[in-house]
């Protein structure tokens, strides 16, 4: 099992940024793709952006230009930059990791991101 840890959530006000950590337990180049998912209250949880083992990314339409995913192999650790924040971002947002060799998802605790109007 891989341990993901996220931290860097809080309140902010519309328009600020934030920076969102997901620290692994083991090497990120072990794992086939780490995302960053949020769940709103009373929705569903959807997939904001993820970074496979290779590095190609992908964000969803609803936050591109505005999120962006990177990566600290050295750390373990994968990062979201979230710009130009929106109420409408606010959610628990959960760290992923998939393991394709294995067909293991693990999952962080989730952190909340709160954004004022």
């Known amino acids: 099992q891989v341990q993901l840890v996220e931290s860097g959530g809080g309140l902010v006000q519309a328009g600020e940024s934030l920076r969102l950590s997901c620290s692994a337990s083991?090497?990120?180049?072990?794992?086939?793709?780490m995302g960053w998912y949020r769940q709103a209250l009373g929705k569903q949880r959807e997939l904001v952006a993820a970074?496979?083992?290779?590095?190609?990314?992908n964000v969803a339409d609803s936050v591109k230009g505005r999120f962006t995913i990177s990566r600290d192999s050295a750390k373990n650790t994968v990062y979201l930059q979230m710009n130009s924040l929106k109420p409408e971002d606010t959610a628990v947002y959960y760290c992923?990791?998939?393991?394709?060799?294995?067909?293991?998802?693990?999952w962080g605790q989730g952190t909340q991101v709160t954004v004022s109007s």
């Open positions: 083991v090497s990120i180049f072990s794992i086939s793709v």
């Open positions: 970074i496979t083992s290779g590095g190609s990314t």
């Open positions: 992923n990791a998939f393991r394709s060799w294995v067909g293991k998802t693990d």
